[in-house]
C-alpha cells in the first residue's frame, strides 16, 4: 500500500506563484508514474500534469508553460510549480501514482492523495 501525501497548497493572488508537493511511502517510488489532478467545485476531477518514471511529461493544454511537474525520487517527492496562476486555478490538487510506471489514464490510478486546496484570489 503506497500513501500519498500532498502539501503546500494555498492562497494566492491572480498572476502568483505556489509550489505544491507530495511525498509518497514505499521503497518503489521511482518506478512510479506520479502526477497531478485537480477538481474545482462543481465540476469534474481533470489530468493536469505527469511525469513517468523516466520522466516524459504530459500537461494539460490550459497549464502548459504556466506549470511545471518534477520528481525527486531520493525524496520520494513528486512536485507542481505554479506560476502565473489565474483564478480558473482554484481547485483541489491531487497526487496520483500509476504504479505501472506510465500514465494510462484516469482510471488506471493505482493510489490518490486526500488532496490540498489551491485558491486563486482575482
Known amino acids: 500500500q503506497v500513501q500519498l501525501e500532498e502539501s503546500g497548497g494555498g492562497l494566492v493572488a491572480a498572476g502568483g506563484s505556489l509550489r505544491i508537493s507530495c511525498a509518497a511511502s514505499g521503497r518503489t517510488f521511482s518506478t512510479y508514474a506520479m502526477g497531478w489532478f485537480r477538481q474545482a467545485p462543481g465540476q469534474e476531477r481533470e489530468f493536469v500534469a505527469f511525469?513517468?518514471?523516466?520522466?516524459?511529461?504530459s500537461y494539460v493544454d490550459s497549464v502548459k508553460g504556466r506549470f511545471t511537474i518534477s520528481r525527486d525520487n531520493a525524496k520520494n517527492t513528486v512536485y507542481l510549480q505554479m506560476n502565473s496562476l489565474k483564478p480558473e486555478d482554484t481547485a483541489v490538487y491531487y497526487c496520483?501514482?500509476?504504479?505501472?510506471?506510465?500514465?494510462?489514464?484516469?482510471?488506471?490510478?493505482?493510489?490518490w492523495g486526500q488532496g490540498t486546496q489551491v485558491t486563486v484570489s482575482s
Open positions: 496520483a501514482a500509476d504504479t505501472s510506471g506510465i500514465y494510462r489514464g484516469s482510471q488506471a490510478i493505482d493510489y
Open positions: 511525469i513517468s518514471w523516466s520522466g516524459d511529461i
